[in-house]
């Protein structure tokens, strides 16, 4: 991330102070960190050009989701594992019924003996194994 002085004063995500809650935030939970001024930002990314004022955040471990991609590597997983994808169609409620859930639609009502959420495997809180698909990097 590059900040420029004029960037300080802007609200981001809600909150003015955007990079120095970053920073904070990396300290407070040990992420591993740099931060740079305009001329070691020059001085690694030379496309950059920095105009001299800049200052830069930099996490080496870091990486890079394609949200497209998640949603897909979520939709072929569940497919895999069984399920009917149903596409454009809203979700109204969930109903409980004698321990059953139905969750009704705006194109009917749909019965099972158990829900999950989409990518989820019951009782489990480690990443599925088609993580990677979603263009981490």
């Known amino acids: 991330m590059i900040a420029t002085p004029e960037s300080q004063a802007a609200t981001f995500h809600g909150r003015p102070g955007f990079f120095e809650r970053t920073v904070g935030t990396a300290e407070r939970f040990g992420i591993a960190h740099e931060q740079l001024d305009a001329a070691e930002i020059a001085h690694r990314w030379p496309a950059l050009q920095p105009r001299g004022d800049e200052r830069g955040y930099f996490e080496p471990e870091a ?41 009704v639609t705006d194109r009917g009502t749909l019965s099972a003996s158990s829900l999950r959420a989409p990518g989820c495997r019951p009782c489990s809180r480690r990443p599925r194994p088609h993580a990677s698909k979603c263009g981490a990097k």
């Open 63 to 103: 990486g890079l989701l394609r949200p497209e991609a998640c949603v897909q590597a979520q939709l072929d997983a569940a497919v895999r594992d069984g399920a009917t994808l149903r596409l454009d169609e809203t979700v109204q409620r969930i109903d409980v019924v004698a321990g059953r859930p139905s969750v």
